[in-house]
């Protein structure tokens, strides 16, 4: 199947829209959906199923309403890695400056200890926690944000957490096991700032994405740097309340 950037996508009573951008399984090294966009001012962008797709003349067609792609999942950028590295070995013909990649990672470095706690691992579908989301520990401390997932025996068994000021980050593999809660776009761990920090490290996401562009970098440092602001403001304020509570 031939996905081109601005191809028409077609649905069963129409016109839908255009396919602007195709998402990647790096794993897999596989395409498993395509992003299209709705005719009009007014509609987000959309992401489509790989296989209720199929080839339409130039374009592609889905054997559903207008409507029924409407109720898709919408797309943000920050759920997925912009990669200008477009693999060959996939089974259709990607004609397209750069893609959408899903944050999935290996790292043979701390295989041993993500094996260790894989009684948890979860399978890709069934795991809903957003990149970028906050992460929190037991006790309501901030700890940091999601870069991405880390992959083994095809679940995802930890969590990439990237923690530390901006300049001094580095990423945190936390077994999946240890996810308490998901709220929407925050994630609670089942453990103290203290048991975070024993945690493994691993550049996986460092090493497996594209460079981002020194714009980028400046505004994902930026919103990193008030977060943990916030976090740093907050402790002392807890910690001044509690010394005068104490002198009283």
């Known amino acids: 199947m031939d996905i081109r950037q601005g ?8 016109t ?7 998402v990647l399984d790096p794993i897999d090294q596989s395409v498993t959906f395509v992003v299209a966009e709705g005719e009009g001012d007014h509609h987000q962008q959309r992401r489509i199923p790989m296989w209720l797709l199929e080839q339409s003349g130039r374009g592609l067609r889905a054997d559903v309403t207008r409507a029924h792609l ?8 920050t759920d997925y890695v912009r990669s200008r590295t477009i693999p060959s070995s996939t089974d259709h013909r990607i004609e397209m400056q750069s893609v959408l990649r899903l944050p999935y990672y290996l790292d043979e470095g ?6 260790s706690g894989a009684d948890g691992a979860v399978a890709k579908s069934d795991c809903e926690i957003r990149r970028k989301s906050s992460v929190v520990s037991c006790n309501d401390r901030l700890l940091g944000e999601v870069e991405g997932f880390l992959v083994r025996d095809g ?30 776009d925050m994630i609670s761990l089942a453990c103290d700032r203290d048991r975070f920090r024993a945690l493994p490290t691993t550049n996986a996401a460092r090493v497996g994405g594209d460079p981002l562009t020194s714009g980028e970098t400046l505004r ?3 919103a990193n740097m008030a977060l943990w602001g916030q976090d740093y403001v907050a402790s002392k304020v807890a910690r001044l309340r509690n010394r005068f509570i104490r002198t009283r």
Do not use: K
């Open 7 to 14: 191809a028409p996508l077609e649905a069963s009573d129409g």
């Open 16 to 22: 839908f829209g255009a396919v602007v951008d195709a």
């Open 70 to 77: 409407r109720s898709f999942q919408r797309v943000l950028e």
């Open 110 to 115: 701390v295989d041993g200890f993500v094996a």
């Open 155 to 184: 679940n995802i068994a930890a969590v990439i957490v990237r923690s530390g000021l901006a300049g001094f980050s580095h990423d945190v593999a936390v077994p999946i096991a240890l996810v308490n809660r998901v709220f929407g």
């Open 220 to 222: 994902r440092r930026s």
